[in-house]
């Protein structure tokens, strides 16, 4: 099964700064998908981006980017102009293109503060 | 919006009892997923439904939990006897159809269980 690592449990931001979360997985595939999810507290868990590993370019959304780096494995989410309704639990997730689940496997999540 | 029903929201429940969940997806969503979320952790896929047949339920303890979707719409979720360790929440996930594209889950609030 395809591994999917955040190794920052927690991280925090000033109020209109800049945030990367790490993430990085490991696949022996060459087509599958990347995707970030915000959980905030007690709501439901939503689509923040999502990146196509066949597509060079990296995706935005608004204020959120990812940096893919396919040969590295690595799927870093920036946050620009940071909110405060950005604190929550971000996870980093992969799901394959290969197989017939297509379920997705999630990392354990880092915890995004946002200071005044 | 259309959203993903759960309930309940909260259940405690003392150990060696049976306990329930029941999800609801968004409607025309063929593929629905129970995860479970151990606090602290990235969401763990249970079981997986394509209409009503169990796609992959690989991590699923079967000797305790059982899941089915008979109509293949809503979908229920069962532990029985419940001990300790199953103390989470319960996420279900619906997405329009499993390989397609975009890929993109919708997640419910989640039924959190207190396993006394």
């Known amino acids: 099964a395809q591994t999917v690592t955040q190794s920052q449990p927690e991280m925090s931001v000033q109020e209109a700064e800049t945030v990367t979360l790490s993430c990085t997985y490991d696949?022996?595939?060459?087509?599958?998908?990347l995707f970030w999810y915000k959980q905030p507290p007690s709501r439901q868990m939503i689509l923040v981006i999502r990146?196509?590993?066949?597509?060079?370019q990296n995706a935005t959304e608004n204020r959120f980017s990812v940096n893919f780096q396919k040969a590295a494995k690595s799927f870093s989410l920036k946050i620009s102009d940071s909110q405060l309704g950005d604190a929550a639990m971000y996870f980093c997730a992969y799901r394959s293109d290969s197989n017939s689940g297509y379920a997705l496997n999630f990392g354990k999540g880092t915890s995004l503060l946002v200071t005044p | 919006e259309a959203e993903v029903a759960q309930s309940p929201r909260y259940k405690i429940t003392e150990k060696s009892q049976a306990v329930a969940f029941w999800c609801d997806p968004i409607?025309?969503?063929?593929?629905l997923y129970w995860y479970r979320q151990i606090l602290g952790q990235g969401p763990e896929l249970l079981v997986q439904f394509q209409d009503e047949s169990v796609v992959d339920d690989s991590q699923l303890p079967k000797d305790r939990f059982s899941a089915e979707r008979l109509k293949g719409v809503d979908s229920t979720l069962k532990i029985q006897p419940a001990e300790l360790g199953d103390s989470a929440m319960y996420l279900c996930?619906?997405?329009?159809?499993?390989?397609?594209?975009?890929?993109?889950?919708?997640f419910g609030e989640g039924s959190r269980l207190t396993v006394l």
């Open positions: 696949t022996s595939e060459s087509d599958y998908y």
């Open positions: 409607s025309g969503h063929a593929t």
């Open positions: 996930a619906s997405s329009l159809l499993a390989g397609v594209r975009t890929g993109e889950l919708f």
């Open positions: 990146q196509e590993a066949y597509k060079q």
